[in-house]
């Protein structure tokens, strides 16, 4: 586990490093190396949360460093040192296949490194296919060259869920997507499948196409996932749709089009963090709607941030468990394992901790509004990246605690945990049984 952490803290620290050089910046002035350790993390952790516009304050050097680290981390950390290891011919011993069935959670160690080779095609593919399909609207609006950069380096922002963009130039500095609002259907569409896909995780897709996309046939994991993820996306469009469509954030679209972004914020809620309206402009319901959906997040082992779906999933059905005064957590006719309630309580805990006591310090550092905080820092520990406004004019400390939440959410409450307590020996021992109330 503290391998899996201390190679993160490296691919920030040298991205740090690389975006400090002249060159990564336009005007070759040098950046603040605060600033550098911001964007770094933000850019590995794939949250998207910014202290600069990407496109007005980087040049082509620094974009692609970022680039590079959102690659990294949306595959991972331990599945890009896999395949280097692969590639140079060497062995993959049991404690690196140990550390990969950890890093992306894999059901069990067998098989891992075949598992590997299939993230490592299935992301290409998806990114290039991906990136083929924007290229039919951006080559037309943008050039060849700089349509086929665009194209490229979205995909890839998609499928990773980063939220970094290219269109600050077009559209005006921390734009996002807004310049897709009214006519950019087909753009939508493209990004919100890629989100969708990069954001169900790795093992459904191996068991997705292992049983030729069967439903009935699918693992347990990956029933749940698909049903969950279906349903919070057209549940939180609806609902997005009923808070938002009579006030100022859709006040000037047309029916369709209050569809397509109640959707599309619905979508990028799952951690996505581009943006095709304002948030600025939504009302408090909506932001609360939307920080519950960024806390939820993708799926388990996917490029996608949250407590994980799975998670939430498991904490709802233990709820009708216990009023129904059954014994085990079931779910498609399956029982699951003992003990997977605690984890889910003591992910959704961690993770609820982390967000509300950043919540409180920053707000109170910053004198800022405690809902605009909370939804900053729930896209912050969720990898989500949208924002309100807030990140550019934070000062340092703010910053650092977004950077840590960002990192504690990429790496995983669970990682984070196990990797100060890892080396501690389990005690056999038990205490004498008290029973308590609880509720």
């Known amino acids: 586990m503290k391998l899996i952490l201390s190679g993160y803290c490296l691919i920030i620290l040298i991205g740090t490093l690389l975006l400090s050089l002249p060159v990564a910046t336009r005007g070759f002035t040098c950046t603040p190396v605060t600033d550098c350790f911001f964007t770094a993390t933000s850019a590995t952790c794939v ?6 516009d990407t496109y007005t304050h980087w040049t082509l050097f620094g974009q692609l460093v970022i680039l590079g680290m959102i690659q990294i981390g949306g595959i991972g950390f331990m599945t890009v040192a896999i395949l280097i ?6 062995k993959i011993g049991l ?20 598992l590997t080779r299939f993230i490592a095609l299935g992301t290409f593919l998806i990114e290039g296919l991906g ?3 924007l290229s039919v609207d951006f080559i037309p609006r943008f050039g060849w060259k700089k349509g086929i950069y665009f194209s490229i380096f979205h995909s890839v922002s998609a499928f990773c869920n980063a939220g970094f963009d290219l269109m600050g130039g077009t559209t005006g500095q921390f734009s996002s997507l807004t310049g897709y609002e009214k006519d950019g259907l087909y753009v939508n569409v493209i990004i919100m499948l890629l989100i969708f896909v990069g954001g169900l995780g790795f093992f459904v897709w191996k068991d997705l196409v292992n049983k030729r996309f069967r439903f009935r046939r699918l693992a347990l994991q990956s029933k749940m996932v698909l049903s969950i993820s279906t349903g919070l996306i057209f549940l939180g469009a609806l609902l997005l749709f009923l808070l938002e469509h009579d ?4 006040a000037d679209l047309s029916l369709p089009e209050k569809i397509l972004s109640s959707l599309f914020q619905s979508v990028t809620a799952r ?9 600025a402009a939504m009302t408090e319901p909506g932001l609360l709607l939307m920080t519950c959906l960024m806390f939820i997040g993708g799926s388990t082992g996917s490029t996608a941030g949250g407590i994980k779906t799975t998670t939430f999933w498991v904490l709802c059905i233990s709820i009708f468990a216990t009023f129904g005064r059954k014994k085990n957590v079931e779910a498609f006719g399956r029982r699951m394992e003992e003990g997977i309630t605690r984890t889910a309580s003591c992910v959704f805990m961690t993770y609820l901790l982390l967000i509300m006591g950043a919540t409180l310090a920053i707000s109170a550092i910053e004198g800022l509004p405690v809902l605009a905080v909370l939804f900053e820092a729930t896209s912050a520990m969720a990898t989500v990246g949208l924002t309100v406004g807030l990140t550019p004019g ?7 605690i977004l950077a840590f939440l960002m990192l504690c959410g990429r790496v995983g409450s669970i990682t984070m945990l196990l990797a100060f307590s890892s080396d501690k020996r389990v005690s056999s021992s038990r205490h004498a049984l008290e029973k308590i109330q609880v509720g």
């Open 47 to 52: 949250t998207g949360l910014v202290r600069y």
């Open 85 to 90: 290891l692969m590639a140079a011919g060497r």
């Open 95 to 114: 404690s690196q296949r140990s550390l990969m069935q950890n890093s992306i959670s894999a059901p069990q160690i067998g098989g891992i490194v075949r």
């Open 131 to 133: 990136a083929v399909l």
């Open 247 to 250: 006030h100022e954030m859709m």
């Open 271 to 279: 951690t996505a963090g581009f943006n095709t309206s304002d948030l």
């Open 394 to 400: 934070l000062g340092m400390a703010s910053k650092m």
